[in-house]
């Protein structure tokens, strides 16, 4: 986006614009990301830009609307720049006055100067506190971008660090201003920094049981063979498509990491949880494992306590929904493409055995003077997926991901006496943090502990032996077995899914 300054702190921004099509020839991994830019301020660079994109680099003419210098490796390009540096810079900006024809690189807690002139690194890399007079701490180990101010400003850097800045006098050599919040000198950008927010991550597992056997329907129609004969025919199945097909899989039939990372991405993507995207964030990993985050703990209400608790089931049950909602997808995928699959065909067809694989299949009436009837089978198979809460993390963002920190639960007083001053607003979070996993709503509508007996707000600790028993009921209403699952089951789901394969069946009647 563009930013104007304007009078009497009336900033505007233009509106969020796409790299790819406003900055011609960009590769696509530039148009997804540009870590750090420096303007050409000295001949024959003037008015010219680099851009840095992890160890690449690529040099554009802002005047022509064009790429100067194709994209190249930072080490091939910049002569000397330490191995660290050229696998990428956080920040790049080109001196003034004596340090015309200087660009500094930054990159953690160090940085490089490199002469243009020289065409090589002419100092560095050394820490940035030790050169760089009136450095703060909380700048220490890194800043994120770079850039001059303009008016009484111009020759004054302006270092950034997630939603702070601190402004670098650079005649006088030293910090002059910050850290200080960076809406407090671009207000209009006050919209777009995070601020601090505690977030209770809760984990679960997906579990899947097989369960009934049933009947999917006939394949082809009811066939007749007369008394004292046998017929023979072939059942043909269609091979699956490639492994590298998306749908040549999922979740009920394979725990492969290809098959779990393409059910992560549909159930974050499912329209079930992107109306929540704004305050929750639903996840799986190849493990099966989901996450679910609440917004924060507390806004300032009257009894934030409440809000957290309700607002915890809001995501458990939006978490429940959108796995419920991907997993019957796929069954429903699954189902049609077995459907697909299998079909019947006369004994003397050949079989494409690139593409099909099939057995024949006998009917021996030859003992019987009677004909008989008979009728193929397609079976299903029943799923049992059973969504548990497993474990949850407490956990601290306020806009600078280096300083996100996540702990387990037992930890939560450390976090909190850390990263939160006000006594009260601490004891207030674990107060929350403690109802919101003390009443957990399972499945079959109980309210349940993820904690441990005896936990309070002052020491809580996630009970690492919980389970759930309960009976698997088949479609007769008879308990066939107990199903035992860590945690508390959160959802159960049986989707019925066609299979590829067939069972046999004799039917009444001497034609």
């Not at 809406?183 to 809760?202: I, K, N, S, W």
């Not at 492994?243 to 992560?264: G, K, Y």
């Not at 600078?400 to 990263?419: F, G, K, N, Q, Y």
Request: glycine share 8%; proline share 5%; aromatic share 10%.
């Amino acid at each position: 986006m563009r930013y104007f300054e304007k009078a009497n702190a009336r900033d505007e921004t233009s509106e969020d614009l796409k790299i790819e099509g406003n900055w011609k020839g960009f590769p696509v991994n530039f148009t997804t990301g540009v870590d750090a830019t420096a303007t050409g301020l000295v001949a024959p660079f003037e008015g010219q830009l680099w851009f840095f994109s992890g160890s690449q680099y690529l040099r554009y003419d802002p005047a022509r609307d064009k790429i100067t210098v194709p994209v190249r490796p930072i080490a091939d390009g910049w002569n000397g720049m330490p191995d660290s540096f050229s696998q990428g810079v956080d920040a790049a900006i080109h001196g003034l006055g004596a340090h015309l024809g200087k660009i500094w690189f930054f990159r953690g807690s160090e940085y490089v100067r490199y002469s243009l002139p020289k065409d090589a690194v002419e100092f560095g890399p050394a820490p940035i506190v030790e050169n760089w007079h009136g450095w703060p701490e909380a700048f220490a180990d890194g800043i994120d971008f770079a850039f001059y101010g303009t008016g009484v400003h111009a020759e004054h850097i302006f270092f950034f660090r997630g939603d702070e800045f601190i402004r670098y006098n650079l005649p006088l050599d030293r910090v002059e201003e910050g850290p200080s919040k960076l809406a407090d000198l671009y207000p209009v950008m006050g919209r777009f920094m995070p601020v601090p927010q505690l977030f209770l991550t809760e984990e679960y597992t997906l579990t899947t049981f097989h369960g009934e056997i049933g009947n999917g329907g006939v394949i082809g129609t009811p066939t007749q063979v007369g008394g004292h004969t046998k017929t023979e025919f072939q059942v043909v199945t269609k091979k699956r498509v490639s492994e590298s097909d998306a749908t040549s899989s999922n979740i009920l039939e394979s725990s492969s990491e290809r098959v779990a990372d393409n059910f992560s991405k549909a159930v974050r993507e499912d329209e079930s949880s992107s109306e929540a995207q704004e305050n929750y964030d639903y996840g799986m990993d190849a493990s099966f494992h989901g996450e679910a985050h609440a917004t924060s703990l507390f806004g300032g209400e009257v009894d934030a306590t409440l809000r957290v608790k309700g607002e915890s089931q809001d995501v458990r049950r939006g978490f429940a929904k959108a796995v419920g909602t991907q997993s019957h997808k796929e069954a429903a995928r699954t189902h049609d493409e077995h459907r697909e699959q299998v079909s019947v065909r006369d004994a003397s067809q050949q079989i494409d055995v690139s593409t099909e694989t099939g057995f024949k299949q006998t009917v021996d009436n030859s003992d019987n003077p009677d004909p008989i009837n008979f009728v193929l089978f397609q079976l299903t198979q029943e799923y049992i997926l059973v969504l548990s809460l497993v474990d949850a993390n407490l956990v601290f963002r306020n806009g600078d991901e280096r300083a996100a920190r996540s702990v387990p639960i037992r930890e939560m007083r450390s976090l909190l006496d850390s990263c939160v001053t006000d006594t009260a607003v601490r004891e207030a979070a674990a107060k929350a943090v403690v109802t919101a996993l003390t009443s957990v709503v399972d499945h079959a509508g109980a309210t349940r502990s993820l904690l441990a007996a005896g936990s309070t707000s002052t020491a809580a600790f996630v009970d690492p032996s919980l389970s759930t028993s309960f009976p698997l009921i088949n479609s007769e209403g008879k308990v066939v077995r107990q199903i035992v699952v860590p945690g508390i089951v959160i959802d159960v789901d049986r989707p019925v899914v066609l299979t590829p394969n067939t069972a046999l069946a004799t039917l009444h009647g001497t034609g």
